[in-house]
Structure formats: C-alpha cells, structure tokens
C-alpha cells in the first residue's frame, strides 16, 4: 500500500467524533446555515473557511450549543446531541472559542487554568467530606498539570497577573490552556488570530499546534489562508450557509468555486494567496 492509501484508509476510518446533518438556521428572512453537513473525524486540525457571512460563525454557534438550529441533526460520536446546552456539551468534551477571548477576568492567570479542571465531585459536599483525601490528591495533580501548562504555553511569568490585564494573544494561548485542562476532545476555534498582536501571531498559531499534539480534534475558523495552509491538512469550504467543498488547500484553491465562493470572483484569476 503506498503512503497517500495508508493516509487515506486511516482516516476512512478514523472514529467519527462530531457530525451534521442538513443543518439549517434562520434569523427571519436570512438563511445563515442551510443544509449543511460534515463528518469531523479524530485528530489533526480541520479548516473552515468561507467568505465574511458564510455561515462559519453561526455553524460553530450551532454545534456548540450556544444557538438551537431550525433544523437537521448535530451528533457526539454516536449520540444525537442537537438540543444538548452548552455545558452539557463541554462536558461531554466538546468546547469553542469566541472572536474574542472569553476568560474570567478578575481570576488570575493560574486560577483560570485551575477552575478549567474537571469537577472530579467536588461539588457535592457529602463526597468532599468522605473523600476528602482523593480531592486532595486530585487537586495537586491539577496543580501539577496547570504549573505544566503555564510553562508550555510561555505564561509562567504571568501566571499571577489577572487575566483581564493579558494581551489578545496571551488571553489566546490561557483559552488553549483552559481547554487542554479541561480534558476536552474537540476544540471549535472561531478566528483565533482574531485581535492578536502580530508580533504573537506565530506564539498563537504554535499553540494550536500544542493543542493539536495534544490529542484534542480541532475544527479552525481562519482567514488567513498561510496559517490554514500551515497548520491544516484538509480543510471545508463554506458558501452561503452550506460546506461545498472539502479537501486540502491546494485542491480547494483549484476549484472555481473556491475563486467564486471565497475571494468573490466570477472567475478564478489564479495568484491566490494561499
Ligand atoms: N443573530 C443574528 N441575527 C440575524 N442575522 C444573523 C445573526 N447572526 C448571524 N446572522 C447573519 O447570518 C449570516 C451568517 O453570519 P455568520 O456570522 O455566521 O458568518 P461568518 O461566516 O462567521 O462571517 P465572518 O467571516 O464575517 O465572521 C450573515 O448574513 C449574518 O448577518
Ligand atoms: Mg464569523
């Protein structure tokens, strides 16, 4: 079997983690999200891209809960979860990120990190007092992994910093942070680059590289087609509410219906800058 078959095959079948089915939204007359379904597969980093009102931002709102669709199926695996809330989501180990970063300001950076763990039953005081020890242990294996993650993520200097005082690039790499604490298996990234300083551009996209290391399935908003064509290996194209295409970049930026549906030419002009 060549490499490119062995490639292929693997992710033929690569468990399904996240999948849509004739997806649709309306805000009155506007159909942001119509019929549009996909299959995300486990691993690696997928691209989204499309043109400004394509429906991206709508389609992450509606995966993760925060909007109810009009119609069609979302799926976690194998469970049909298109009425789940957001936190039942989360979770469920499904996460996403805003335009801008959304963090609690007044925690300092470590707290944020902290307060990202999973429960683990400490909500229930019954438990805290008849396992007051595991908590303990569990605690410090938090502290352990957010000390872990300060580091990884260059933020150890800043770590007693409140997290409003964070520039967009730092408070992006703390949400990285926050999802890796988190446990979660798939991170919806909406425009991460979004209000960051170009000087931690590259420390951002480095980032979603850790993440993606890490094991976490990430589905990326991006305009900026390099970052798309550095970091992911296949990528959806979005147009008028719906995934038309799908592929790696260089096949996508073939098509007349890239030319058409992202850079709003009637024709491809070639010298696209992918
Ligand atoms: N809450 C809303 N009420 C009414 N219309 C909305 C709402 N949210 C989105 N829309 C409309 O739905 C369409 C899709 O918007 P969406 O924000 O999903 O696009 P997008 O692809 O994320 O664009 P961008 O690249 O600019 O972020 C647009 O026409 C937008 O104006
Ligand atoms: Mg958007």
């Given at each position: 079997m060549t490499l490119p078959q062995a490639v292929e095959n693997a992710a033929n079948t690569a468990e399904v983690l996240l999948s849509a089915q004739d997806l649709e939204k309306s805000f009155g007359a506007v159909h942001a999200v119509r019929g549009c379904s996909f299959e995300l597969h486990a691993g690696g980093i997928r691209g989204l891209i499309g043109p400004n009102g394509s429906g991206k931002s709508t389609l992450v709102n509606l995966l993760s809960g925060l909007q109810m669709p009009t119609g069609g199926a979302i799926k976690l695996g194998d469970q049909t979860?298109?009425?789940?809330?957001p936190d039942r989501r989360a979770n469920s180990g499904l996460v996403r990120t805003f335009q801008s970063a959304r963090l609690w300001?007044?925690?300092?950076v470590a707290e944020n990190l902290m307060v990202a763990a999973p429960a683990r039953g400490r909500d229930s005081l019954l438990k805290t007092f008849f396992m007051r020890g595991r908590l303990e242990e569990a605690e410090a294996a938090d502290r352990e992994r957010a000390s872990e993650l300060l580091t990884r993520f260059n933020l150890w200097r800043l770590r007693?910093?409140?997290?409003?005082?964070?520039s967009g690039g730092q408070a992006r790499l703390l949400e990285f942070g926050r999802i890796m604490m988190s446990g979660a298996r798939i991170a919806l990234l909406d425009e991460?680059?979004?209000?960051?300083n170009p000087v931690m551009a590259d420390q951002v996209v480095d980032g979603i590289e850790t993440l993606s290391a890490s094991g976490v399935t990430v589905l990326l908003i991006e305009h900026d087609l390099p970052t798309i064509r550095r970091l992911c290996s296949s990528v959806m194209g979005m147009s008028l509410g719906k995934i038309v295409m799908e592929g790696t970049i260089d096949e996508l930026a073939r098509t007349e219906v890239f030319a058409e549906a992202y850079l709003g030419a009637s024709t491809r002009t070639g010298g696209t800058n992918v």
């Open positions: 979860i298109t009425k789940w809330s300001g007044q925690m300092s007693g910093q409140r997290a409003h005082e964070l991460p680059l979004a209000g960051v």
